[in-house]
């Protein structure tokens, strides 16, 4: 799959951004794309994904009423809301998609397959939140 993010940047403690993700897979029936995250230093965390067939999200605890996730199916994109930012937010954030639902699902709320390979990954796009 082709991946692709966009919208990071600089923002202020409480502010907002709104990160896309371009992904497409001539292969596959269904894209299901969900968002992670590495800060410095640190592992890469799940933070949500959006089920391409039946419109599921799953949003991990460490976000959850902060950031929401969406998809616009005439774009062929998928947003992740980013609002109340802290400085413990930033990092790079990447989009992976797949054709698969439940080892995305799992891997954004750290329920396991993490030997799974997705079938791609976005290049990421850097957030910095300034307190």
């Known amino acids: 799959a082709q991946v692709a993010e966009s919208g990071g940047g600089l923002v202020q403690t409480g502010g907002s951004l709104r990160l896309s993700c371009a992904a497409s897979d001539k292969s596959l029936i269904y894209i299901h794309v969900g968002w992670f995250r590495q800060a410095p230093g640190r592992e890469r965390e799940g933070i949500a994904c959006i089920n391409d067939e039946d419109g599921r999200i799953a949003i991990a605890d460490s976000v959850k009423g902060r950031f929401t996730i969406s998809k616009d199916n005439r774009e062929k994109k998928v947003y992740l809301q980013m609002d109340h930012l802290q400085p413990e937010d930033t990092g790079v954030y990447y989009c992976?998609?797949?054709?698969?639902?439940?080892?995305?699902?799992?891997?954004?709320?750290?329920?396991?397959?993490?030997?799974?390979?997705?079938?791609?990954w976005g290049q990421g796009t850097q957030v910095t939140v300034s307190a």
């Open positions: 992976a998609a797949d054709g698969a639902w439940g080892p995305l699902h799992d891997r954004v709320l750290g329920l396991g397959s993490e030997l799974y390979q997705f079938d791609g």
